[in-house]
């Protein structure tokens, strides 16, 4: 855990995951944010976009307790993010050359399947054993304001990636300019993977000891029989994992459709796609402090709730769009929700998975995601192609309600008491609370020339300018987090 380290060899842990994570959310975002309309471009129809878009889910998220197994069987959680990050990143290439080694329209798109799908399942090793290190790494006490200001610096990066995404294909055109935001990704993942190899690979303290092997515990069925006994341990945690499935089947149902509904039925341009999935990023960024503070202070079950409605009604506030500039208002808006529940959900996870065999909880976890993220691009895909995306649309909205409703009645966690008052960000509030001459006697106040400092009192010490310090130091020395240079 995080207290075999010493303060300042965790910090330096964390702010290597942090800049890990810029560059790895570059190289992903990128990527993903193209693929639908690279497919569109190679000729893919809806159908086959939502394979593109399911195919990849399936085969990664299948695979996530397989690889929990074998991260907890090896013990080595770095080596193991290593393999599947560089390796996953890596796999964008086979979308560089696609062009070149395709001798047809038809191959090119079930050659791009098949890279998607190998990139993810490559990927997906990386994803029990990180859950895991960080929720060791980082200390409960600060994880809201820790990974709100890492998913600032993430989204960050992938506003600037996205954009310069869109420059490159307005650049390069069709399809040089696709090769070439696939060739950056590669590059940006390389890079991440050189932060990712500084983390340390901490003592697995949740770890079960292993048993002695012998011919009757080495069947499959003996295994199988004491995962499952694992799983009935977490009543709790089952229920948050059948309710995200129901959620994320909802979300996931116009998934790979948004981009195509904009190019077809909103007249949009393929390179203004970029401008508005960046409108996403920018609003993430700014709200990630925003709902870091709520979700410490009122917990993540409310701050879920409280974001979810908002997540829940963006289908339905696509169809009112009339023109397809309206479209980066409406995905910047799904920024400022999105950025709440997904620090919120992950927050949760980590809470509520044990911190014994907790990769094979995160795995458990993941699968669920992943057997929605399937199912909804391949219903979605199927429905577009039968009744039009306007249906998919009104669909996803019903369900997503509908996973939000049964997470708020099943899931059980304290929440704190809110009150409107609490959602207005910091500053209004300090304002409202102060009063307008209260606020301007404390400016006037600040900028009067501020005395010299006295010398400290010899006789005295804890009476001089130095005094009153150590309330900004939190235990053991160390700088509480949350300051003002946070």
Request: overall charge positive.
């Amino acid at each position: 855990m995080a207290a075999k380290l010493s303060p300042d060899a965790a910090r330096a842990a964390m702010r290597a995951s942090a800049v890990e994570g810029a560059f790895a959310s570059a190289s992903d975002n990128a990527g993903t944010s193209f693929l639908s309309l690279y497919g569109l471009a190679m000729g893919a129809t809806p159908a086959q976009l939502g394979v593109l878009a399911a195919l990849p889910n399936l085969l990664s998220n299948v695979l996530q307790v397989p690889w929990a197994l074998v991260t907890e069987r090896l013990g080595r959680r770095r080596q193991i993010m290593l393999i599947g990050a560089l390796g996953g990143r890596l796999l964008w290439l086979p979308l560089v050359f696609l062009p070149w080694i395709s001798p047809s329209p038809a191959a090119a798109v079930q050659l791009m399947m098949a890279a998607v799908a190998l990139r993810s399942a490559v990927a997906a090793m990386t994803g029990p054993a990180w859950t895991s290190l960080m929720a060791d790494l980082v200390p409960r006490r600060v994880r809201g304001v820790y990974f709100a200001n890492r998913n600032a610096l993430i989204n960050v990066a992938a506003l600037g990636a996205t954009l310069l995404a869109g420059l490159l294909l307005e650049v390069g055109g069709e399809p040089g300019g696709y090769q070439l935001i696939y060739a950056f990704c590669v590059v940006m993942g390389a890079a991440a993977a050189v932060y990712m190899a500084r983390m340390p690979d901490l003592p697995w303290e949740g770890r079960e000891a292993a048993e002695p092997a012998t011919p009757e515990t080495r069947t499959w069925r003996v295994r199988w029989r004491r995962t499952v006994a694992v799983f009935r341990r977490a009543p709790n945690f089952n229920r948050y994992c059948g309710t995200t499935f129901i959620w994320t089947l909802g979300v996931h149902l116009p998934a790979p459709l948004f981009a195509v509904y904009f190019v077809r039925d909103l007249g949009g341009a393929e390179a203004a796609w970029g401008i508005v999935t960046a409108a996403n990023f920018a609003a993430t960024v700014l709200a990630q402090r925003y709902w870091g503070l709520l979700t410490q202070r009122f917990g993540e079950k409310r701050i879920m709730l409280l974001s979810g409605v908002g997540a829940a009604v963006l289908p339905f506030l696509w169809l009112l769009i009339p023109v397809p500039s309206l479209a980066i208002a409406v995905n910047g808006l799904g920024g400022f929700f999105w950025a709440g529940y997904n620090l919120a959900s992950f927050n949760l996870l980590l809470e509520l998975a044990p911190p014994v065999r907790r990769t094979t909880y995160v795995a458990l976890y993941n699968t669920t995601v992943g057997l929605g993220a399937t199912a909804g691009p391949l219903l979605g895909g199927f429905g577009a192609a039968a009744a039009g995306i306007p249906l998919v649309l009104v669909v996803s909205g019903v369900v997503r309600f509908v996973g939000l409703w049964l997470f708020a009645r099943t899931v059980e966690q304290p929440m704190v008491p809110m009150t409107a008052a609490d959602l207005l960000p910091l500053w209004v509030k300090w304002w409202r609370q102060m009063g307008t001459r209260a606020v301007m006697t404390r400016l006037r106040v600040s900028l009067r020339p501020r005395p010299a400092a006295r010398r400290p009192n010899r006789r005295n010490p804890g009476r001089g300018p130095a005094a009153g310090r150590d309330k900004e130091v939190g235990r053991g020395g160390r700088t509480l987090p949350g300051g003002p240079s946070d």
